[in-house]
C-alpha cells in the first residue's frame, strides 16, 4: 500500500471509531494494529524534515518562536519533492489482510446502502 493511502485508511478509521457498532469497533481494533505503523511513518517524516530543515553556518538547527523547523525557500522545495517521493512509496502491513473484514451486513447503521467507508476499508483489507 502507498504511504498516501496508509494516511488515508487512519482518517477513514479515525473517523468510524465514533460510530458505536461492529464498523465502529472493527476500525478501533484497526487503528490499534495499525499504530506501530503510523508512529514508524511520523518518525520518517520527522526525519525527512530535519534533512531539509535550515541550519546556520555552524550546522545547527533554525527554529521558529514555537520550536518548529525553519525552511529556506530552496529546503521548502526539496521538502516539498522529498515528501511526494515519500507519499508514494509503499508501506506493507501485509499481516493484516482479511484479519479485519468488514460485512456490511453486520453495521446496524446501514439502511440497504454500503458507504463508502466500507468500501474504502474493503479494498485496502480485502
Known amino acids: 500500500m502507498k504511504r498516501k493511502n496508509f494516511i488515508e485508511l487512519l482518517n477513514i478509521c479515525s473517523g468510524l471509531t465514533q460510530v458505536d457498532d461492529k464498523l465502529g469497533n472493527s476500525a478501533k481494533l484497526l487503528l490499534e494494529e495499525l499504530k506501530p505503523f503510523a508512529e514508524s511513518y ?13 541550519t546556520d553556518k555552524d550546522g545547527c538547527l533554525v527554529l521558529t518562536d514555537k520550536g518548529e523547523f525553519k525552511f529556506t525557500p530552496e529546503g521548502y522545495s526539496l521538502l516539498e519533492s522529498k515528501f511526494e517521493e515519500f507519499a508514494d512509496g509503499e508501506i506493507s502491513i501485509e499481516h493484516l489482510k482479511n484479519k479485519f473484514i468488514v460485512n456490511p451486513k453486520d453495521c446496524m447503521r446501514l439502511q440497504g446502502n454500503i458507504p463508502e467507508e466500507v468500501n474504502i476499508i474493503k479494498e485496502y483489507l480485502i
Do not use: I, P
Open 42 to 54: 511520523n518518525r520518517e517524516l520527522k526525519h525527512l524534515r530535519l534533512s531539509c530543515a535550515h
